[in-house]
C-alpha cells in the first residue's frame, strides 16, 4: 500500500501554544498559522489521499479554505479524544490497503517531501513513528491497518509508542518532521526555515 489518511489534531482556541507565554491567547494567531503551514504541507506530500484535521468549530474555516476536511472536535477535550476521533473517522473513510497517520500540527518547518519519504518507508511497517528532534516525544504515527493503531502522545511518547510495537523511522535529527516547536527560543532555531504563515506571524509579534 502506499497511500494514507493523515489525521491532524489542532487545539484551535485562544489556549493553544500556552507555553509560548505572555498573556492568554497572545500566541493564538502564531499557533494557527503553525498548524496551517504544518497542514499545507501534509495535503502536498506524496500518497496523502486526504487531511483530515480535528480542531475547534472556531477554527475550522480556516482549514476548510486551504483544502483539508475539517472534524469539529466532540467529546472530552484533549489531544488524546481529538486523535481517536479522527482515527475513527479516518478509519470510515479508508478503502482496503488504505493506512492512517497521526501527525501532529506543530510543525512549521515541515516540507511535503519529507512527510512523503516517511510514509514510503512506513508502508513497509505494520506500525510505524517518528519522533522528534530530542528522541523522547513522537511527530508522526503509521499504521497500514488503521484497527491496530494505538496513539500514545503526551510526554514520554516516543518509549510508550515504542513499546506498543511502533518501528522508529530514520529522520534527519533537522528534519522538519522532528521540529516541532513548544517554545518561542525553538522556533526561532528555525528561522529561514518556517512555512509563510508563521514566518509572517512571528515577525507581526
Avoid: N
Avoid at 32 to 52: H, M, Q, S, Y
Avoid at 81 to 97: K, Y
Wanted: glycine share 12%; no cysteine; hydrophobic share 50%.
Amino acid at each position: 500500500m502506499s497511500d494514507w489518511w493523515l489525521v491532524v489534531p489542532v487545539k484551535g482556541t485562544v489556549e493553544a501554544k500556552s507555553r509560548f507565554g505572555g498573556s492568554p491567547g497572545a500566541h493564538a494567531p502564531l499557533a494557527r498559522a503553525i498548524a496551517l503551514d504544518t497542514v499545507e504541507a501534509a495535503l502536498a506530500a506524496p500518497g496523502v489521499l486526504g487531511v483530515l484535521v480535528v480542531t475547534s468549530a472556531e477554527a475550522s474555516a480556516d482549514f476548510a479554505g486551504i483544502g483539508a476536511t475539517v472534524i469539529v472536535e466532540a467529546g472530552p477535550p484533549g489531544l488524546t479524544s481529538a486523535i481517536d476521533q479522527g482515527i475513527e473517522t479516518a478509519t470510515a473513510r479508508s478503502a482496503p490497503g488504505d493506512g492512517v497517520a497521526v501527525l501532529l500540527g506543530d510543525l512549521p518547518a515541515l516540507t511535503a517531501e519529507e512527510l512523503g519519504r516517511a510514509l514510503e518507508l512506513a508502508a513497509a511497517r505494520p506500525l510505524a513513528m517518528v519522533a522528534d528532534a530530542a528522541g523522547t516525544g513522537t511527530t508522526l504515527t503509521t499504521a497500514v491497518r488503521p484497527a491496530v493503531h494505538a496513539p500514545a502522545f503526551g510526554i514520554g511518547s516516543a518509549a510508550a509508542h515504542a513499546a506498543a510495537g511502533y518501528v522508529v523511522l530514520p529522520a534527519e535529527a533537522d528534519s522538519g518532521l522532528r521540529r516541532d516547536v513548544d517554545t518561542l527560543e525553538e522556533l526561532r532555531e528555525l528561522a529561514g526555515r518556517l512555512g509563510a504563515r508563521t514566518a509572517a506571524a512571528f515577525r507581526a509579534m
